[in-house]
């Protein structure tokens, strides 16, 4: 975890518990992650805890990455790719926003069996009618 000049103040791997402490227990500052499938939800954990999140696309951050594309090099590069001024982060979506795209899909996708089903019934002949 660097400081504003860059200095790293610390560095080691969390599990999910302790790193809820953790951002619960540190003075409101800037979360900067690679945005992500999980990203959403820990943003939420840290807003909830009172940072400002910043999600990067991860288009954004691979300039910054100086070696081969890993996660310790992706953990090196997100402070300098925030600092960049002129950089574009995402939102970070509620649950509720998450569950759209889920909704529709699992819609279309009853939509379409259902009217797979009617039409193998009409070949056989049968009918359905309204109860």
């Not at 660097?2 to 402490?21: E, M, Y």
């Not at 820990?42 to 300039?63: F, N, S, T």
């Not at 600092?83 to 529709?104: E, G, I, Y």
């Amino acid at each position: 975890m660097p400081d504003f000049s860059g200095k790293v103040l610390f560095n080691h791997a969390f599990s999910r518990q302790t790193l809820i402490a953790f951002l619960t227990g540190q003075p409101h500052c800037i979360v900067a992650m690679e945005a992500g499938s999980n990203s959403p939800y820990w943003g939420q954990i840290a807003e909830g805890a009172g940072h400002e999140v910043r999600l990067i696309p991860p288009i954004d951050v691979k300039p910054f990455v100086k070696r081969q594309k890993s996660d310790a090099a992706d953990a090196k590069a997100i402070p300098e790719a925030a600092r960049h001024p002129n950089l574009h982060f995402v939102a970070v979506k509620s649950a509720k926003h998450q569950a759209r795209p889920v909704t529709f899909r699992t819609h279309q996708c009853f939509v379409r069996q259902w009217a797979q089903l009617i039409n193998a019934l009409s070949r056989t002949g049968a009918s359905l009618r309204r109860l």
